[in-house]
């Protein structure tokens, strides 16, 4: 199975002056855990996670006060829709994070996460025998 088959085509794109706040409102309404951050001055793509939000807000930061380029992380491995989901996994699993944003021609068109490749590999309504 591919990578195209198991991401999300709901991508949330946001710039770097969106505050965490407005960052995590928009993720809680899309239902995703990162967002992409789009931020041509700092080099284009870079991606916001639920954890770099709460790990912000565990250290005290005020969430309308912090914006996301400040936690935005910008070293990021992308996926193509052709990968295999074991290159995937192996990918995640290798630098530690949950999401890989895929890119088709430099273009985000989707986001895997650790969630997608489980529910491909294990469906989520399969009965679990007791």
């Known amino acids: 199975m591919l990578v195209r088959d198991a991401m999300s085509t709901v991508v949330l794109t946001i710039g770097p002056t969106h505050t965490l706040r407005q960052a995590a409102a928009l993720m809680s309404a899309r239902r995703v855990g990162a967002a992409v951050v789009l931020d041509p001055d700092a080099g284009g793509i870079g991606i916001l996670t639920e954890r770099d939000i709460l790990n912000s807000v565990g250290l005290g930061q005020d969430p309308d006060a912090e914006h996301a380029h400040a936690h935005t992380t910008t070293d990021v ?10 290159g995937a996994a192996q990918a995640m699993a ?20 650790v969630r997608d490749i489980i529910g491909c ?10």
């Open 77 to 86: 491995v992308f996926a193509a829709p052709s990968w295999t989901l074991e």
């Open 94 to 113: 290798h630098g530690g994070f949950r999401h890989l944003i895929v890119l088709d021609h430099d273009e985000p068109v989707g986001i895997v996460s």
């Open 121 to 130: 590999w294990a469906p989520l309504r399969q009965q679990i025998p007791a």
